[in-house]
């Protein structure tokens, strides 16, 4: 007995570590949530929620839990929430599980999961809409000062392939807590509408919530499938293109000029492309700015083409689309004459062609020397007075010198032929 008690003590030692670490095991494992669901909303938004295992033995750590989203889209994401928001298609159902887990990155196992579902909307293949593209677009609002813009939503789609002819959709966006169904459709040639127009919506051009849209349909031969569709409101915002633009040129300096476009960023938020045309060279000269502002130096006479776009700038939120070109202005002049110099050199032309038909015509009648006949020319008395004194010349055989004297003063008197 005496040798067989401490082999006892032994015995009896590990079998009180054994419950204890047993203990410890129970204490430190995590528990799954309960009562997990899903419920829809609103047009592509669910809520999850659940609870805290009440089962769950005290730890000495902070609890929070894992989320998977498994369809339409896988997602992981953590939270210490036990409820969590979610804005997703849901014409292809919605599936997640969540976990508890440590969230101080304790070197815990986490619990198991647990899973929820919502089940696809019925419908038959193939009749939902497709090919669905949204823009939107500000404009003023001068009805409402304290809006001063309104954003304005335009959907198009087709029809589905196996869709039958007497189908009709139908078309809802939510943006934040509002919903609205259109009410001004377009229709095809079977009569069925393929695309709706909300002149004024609750849309904020600002804001960083995404667009959902949501197409259902009715038919007298088949369930129509829904269809559901998330835009992100940079991606199909229609940026107006600046306005009040001018150009002017000073010597050998373009300057341009624009007012930011209608719409409810500030001036700051925009980025701007300026495209110069030059028309005598067939010449593109593009730049981008940040400013409402612009000069080019110009070094030829020729006639310039200005147009102007804008989108809002990654300074204000995530990069768009540009806007179109504002309407061309044209600046300069081309390398025609003006047409009060043309005017002059045409008159001249003119002039000159009928002065040379006048001058053939008067030279082939005889008609100048009639209009214009000659002069006779005076007789002169000093000519034949040469003429006389060269006769005597001859005549006279004796050597002469002849003086010959003219005075034309009036006080003197006119020394006649003298003979020395």
């Known amino acids: ?44 938004q669910v809520l999850l929620r659940w609870e805290s295992n009440p089962d769950q033995e005290p730890v000495n750590i902070e609890l ?37 887990v440590p969230w101080n990155g304790q070197p815990l196992p986490p619990s198991h999961w647990v899973s929820a579902e919502l089940k696809a909307p019925p419908g038959s293949p193939g009749t939902s809409v497709v090919n669905l593209t949204c823009t939107t677009n500000t404009t003023v609002n001068n009805h409402t000062p304290l809006w001063p813009y309104q954003v304005s939503l335009h959907c198009s789609w087709l029809a589905g392939e196996d869709a039958p002819e007497d189908t009709q959709y139908f078309l809802y966006y939510r943006y934040g807590s509002w919903t609205e169904e259109c009410q001004e459709y377009r229709r ?29 349909g009715s038919s007298k031969h088949a369930p129509i499938k829904p269809f559901d569709q998330l835009f992100a409101l940079h991606a199909i915002d229609r940026i107006n293109p600046p306005v009040n633009v001018t150009a002017e040129i000073e010597g050998t300096c373009l300057s341009i000029q624009w007012e930011k476009p209608v719409s409810a960023f500030p001036i700051h938020c925009f980025e701007y492309e300026v495209k110069i045309y030059n028309t005598r060279k067939n010449y593109f000269q593009t730049e981008k700015l940040m400013t409402n502002a612009f000069i080019s130096i110009i070094d030829d006479i020729s006639k310039y083409s ?63 020397t009639r209009l214009f006949p000659p002069v006779p020319a005076p007789k002169s008395s000093i000519q034949d007075f040469f003429v006389i ?32």
């Open 1 to 44: 007995v005496i040798i067989m008690a401490p082999a006892l003590l032994i015995l009896l030692g590990a079998t009180v570590i054994l419950r204890a670490d047993s203990l410890s095991d129970k204490k430190s494992l995590l528990l799954p949530p309960t009562n997990f669901t899903i419920k829809v909303t609103g047009l592509s």
């Open 306 to 368: 200005v147009q102007v776009r804008a989108t809002v700038s990654s300074v204000c939120r995530q990069m768009g689309f540009w806007s179109e070109w504002s309407q061309p202005i044209y600046v300069g002049s081309d390398d025609q004459k003006p047409s009060t110099e043309w005017f002059l050199i045409v008159l001249m032309a003119a002039i000159c062609f009928i002065l040379l038909i006048f001058s053939f015509i008067c030279k082939t009648g005889h008609l100048w």
């Open 188 to 216: 095809d040639t079977l009569n069925r509408n393929t695309a709706c127009w909300f002149p004024k919506t609750f849309i904020s051009s600002r804001g960083s919530e995404a667009l959902a849209v949501h197409a259902n």
């Open 64 to 100: 929070g839990y894992h989320v998977r989203i498994n369809v339409p889209q896988e997602e992981d994401y953590e939270t210490r929430n036990t409820e969590s928001k979610r804005v997703t298609v849901l014409h292809k159902g919605f599936s997640a599980s969540v976990q508890t």
């Open 389 to 420: 004194v060269s006769s005597e010349k001859t005549v006279s055989t004796e050597t002469e010198i002849e003086v010959i004297s003219y005075v034309e003063d009036p006080g003197f008197e006119t020394l006649e032929d003298s003979v020395f």
